[in-house]
């Protein structure tokens, strides 16, 4: 638990001054910031050389945080996270409250409720959604573990976490899109 507790204290010293951290997610490891931070998203973007149009997704520790960057959520999704057998990432409607640059042409952003403990326990202490996209360069392969990330990856991120670094995670969460219309599309399974 204390070794948790320390790599968070560093993640938020570092997120706190707009850094940009690698971190192992519910899903796959992740390159994370603030996500009401539009100069850190930006180094995020320049990181991985992914065009802004493509949006990032961003995390947060419950439903009453998810409630707070949503204008609407729509009742469905609590289903929907209630039930999924893995960690499901929603797009919704009318984010409210995050850096302009993270939301997507269309007005929408995919969020997750993650259960992973250090995930968690990080997005609480921060009080605010944290950015997650996987830890690759864009178009090249989703690293399966953290042997699989590139150097250019390592040395371009502010701070990389100690922890689970043995840990495969062969798959990326599950997509949904939730319009505010009714309709759901399911983008990953």
């Known amino acids: 638990m204390e070794r948790i507790d320390q790599e968070i204290r560093n993640c938020l010293e570092v997120i706190k001054k ?10 796959v490891w992740g390159i994370g910031c603030d996500a009401t931070n539009a100069e850190a998203i930006d ?59 993270l939301v997507g042409e269309d007005d929408t952003l995919g969020i997750r409720v993650v259960r992973d403990k250090f995930c968690s326990e990080l997005i609480k202490k921060m009080r605010r959604p944290l950015v997650s996209t996987s830890a690759n360069i864009s178009g090249q392969p989703t690293p399966q573990s953290f042997d699989q990330i590139s150097p250019q990856i390592l040395k371009g991120v502010d701070y990389v976490v100690n922890l689970q670094r043995s840990k495969k995670t062969p798959q990326p969460s599950a ?15």
């Open 43 to 101: 180094k995020v973007y320049k990181l991985k050389k992914r065009e802004e149009s493509k949006a990032l997704i961003c995390l947060v520790s419950n439903f009453k945080m998810l409630e707070q960057y949503v204008e609407d959520v729509p009742e469905m999704a609590y289903d929907i996270l209630k039930y999924a057998k893995k960690p499901t990432t929603v797009i919704y409607d009318k984010p409210i409250r995050i850096a302009e640059n």
């Open 18 to 27: 707009g850094g940009i951290i690698l971190y192992p997610t519910d899903t």
């Open 175 to 189: 997509i949904i899109k939730l319009s505010n219309d009714g309709q759901v599309k399911v983008i990953r399974k």
